[in-house]
């Protein structure tokens, strides 16, 4: 059973930094592409920054210059290092992954629990 973890989350006034963290666990093939998205209230969820296996990135427009998303294949770990943090970044963050199970040819989408990051002013 594969599960994603995110952690990471606080409270950090404005400029400030946060690293959140995406691990994933249980019996994985292959990880594929992997994206950040985040949701604030009374929003829709909308994507942040994705990574593929290969390690291409692409950011929202919101998180360009700002935010690095990157990831460590051999601890099956995805990284979104945010930088210049403003109160409008304030949401809950998830991460999503479509994941190639072991034993199997077909990818599935998995999605974290989420974690809060909150912006002060």
């Known amino acids: 059973q594969v599960q994603l973890v995110e952690s990471g989350g606080g409270l950090v006034q404005a400029g400030g930094s946060l690293r959140l963290s995406c691990a994933a666990s249980g019996t994985i093939r292959r990880i594929n592409v992997v994206g950040w998205y985040r949701q604030a209230p009374g929003k829709q969820r909308e994507v942040v920054a994705t990574?593929?296996?290969?390690?291409?990135?692409h950011y929202a427009v919101s998180g360009k210059g700002r935010f690095t998303i990157s990831r460590d294949n051999a601890k099956n770990t995805v990284y979104l290092q945010m930088n210049s943090l403003r109160p409008e970044d304030t949401a809950v963050y998830y991460c999503n992954a479509d994941i190639t199970p072991w034993g199997l040819t077909i990818s599935y989408d998995f999605w974290g629990q989420g974690t809060q990051v909150t912006v002060s002013s």
């Open positions: 990574i593929t296996s290969d390690g291409s990135t």
